[in-house]
C-alpha cells in the first residue's frame, strides 16, 4: 500500500484536500490500481497490433457551425480572483 506521503502527494497534483480518513481510503484504492496495472504489466502482447481507434473510415467529428459565443462578462464570472475586465494570477516571474 503507498504510503501516507505518496497519498498526500497525489492528492496535491489532484488539487483535493483529503482528511486523514479518506487518505487511508485512498491508500488502499491506490493500492488495488497499482495491482491491476502489474497484472496488466504480466500479459504477453507480443503479437498484438497497436491501434489507432476504431473509427478510421468514418468522420467521427461534428461539422462545424457558427454560433454566438459567451459573453466575456459570462466567462469572467468563474475566474477565481479578477481585475476590471481580465484574469488576476498569481506572479510567476520575478
Keep these: 500500500m503507498p504510503d501516507k506521503k505518496t497519498v ?3 492528492a496535491m497534483l489532484s488539487r483535493i484536500g483529503v482528511s486523514e480518513e479518506e487518505a487511508q481510503y485512498l491508500g488502499s484504492q491506490l493500492s ?3 495491482e491491476h496495472i502489474d497484472k496488466l ?3 504477453n502482447v507480443d503479437d498484438v497490433k497497436p491501434m489507432r481507434g476504431m473509427n ?3 468522420n467521427i467529428f461534428r461539422d462545424d457551425t457558427v454560433v454566438d459565443s459567451k459573453t466575456q462578462e459570462n466567462i469572467l464570472k ?3 480572483s479578477r481585475e476590471g475586465n481580465y484574469f488576476k494570477i498569481p506572479k510567476v516571474i520575478d
Design 78 to 80: 468563474n475566474a477565481p
Design 56 to 58: 478510421l473510415n468514418n
Design 41 to 43: 504489466k504480466e500479459l
Design 8 to 10: 498526500e502527494y497525489v
Design 32 to 34: 488495488k490500481i497499482l
